[in-house]
């Protein structure tokens, strides 16, 4: 019990221990700001009324919303180790929190601007390889005061807003979909959220890199 007691602590020290560290890890629960919009990527058990009929995909400028929340995981059938830090040029999957599906995008057509759907998809946090998105950022990681792209890995569409809004039953939130051109509407910033620590794996390279 003494040891499990340990472990429990060990990994709430790890969150909570984290949050003025610079970069995103796996593992690490957030929300994610459109910075053209001013909207944290949103997802509920709501199903579109056309297209796939998967689970609707929004922006909401709300910024208390637990519907915000995602969870960063490693790529379709991989494990990215918690305090994993992510890579720019890496792909993962963004697991919604509170109804366990990914994001996702594939060929059919969003319901309002016409771009390409984005959608929650699989149970449990299992869906396919279509969860899969390629981070765009420069340097080699992701870091949490900057912005960043995500590429739909299959596609190539980039996760973006361009302002379109939804009636009942989701009146005022913003249509979120998949655009080729890349442009200020696909800039997202990780906001609020529990930051797993970094792993060992980032402190060996920094102290490579100062020898």
Known sequence: MAVVSLLLFG????????????????????????????????????????????????GVTSVDDSNSYWRIRGKTATVCERGTPVRCGQPIRLTHVNTGRNLHSHHFTSPLSGNQEVSAFGEEGEGDYLDDWTVLC???YWVRDGEVR????????????????????????????????PSQNNYWKAME??????????????HHAEL
């Open 150 to 181: 995500f590429k739909h890995s299959s596609t190539e569409v980039l996760l973006s807003v361009t302002g379109e809004q939804y009636g009942r039953p989701i009146s005022g939130q913003k249509e979120v979909h998949g655009m080729a051109q």
């Open 193 to 206: 959220g529990i930051f797993m620590k970094p792993s060992e794996l980032l402190k060996a390279e920094a």
């Open 11 to 58: 990994g709430l020290w790890s969150a909570v221990g984290a949050s003025n560290l610079p970069v995103v890890t796996c593992g690490s629960v957030v929300k994610l700001l459109n910075t053209r919009h001013n909207v944290r990527l949103h997802s509920h058990d709501v199903r579109y009324g056309s297209g796939s009929g998967q689970q609707s995909v929004t």
């Open 138 to 140: 420069n340097g080699p």
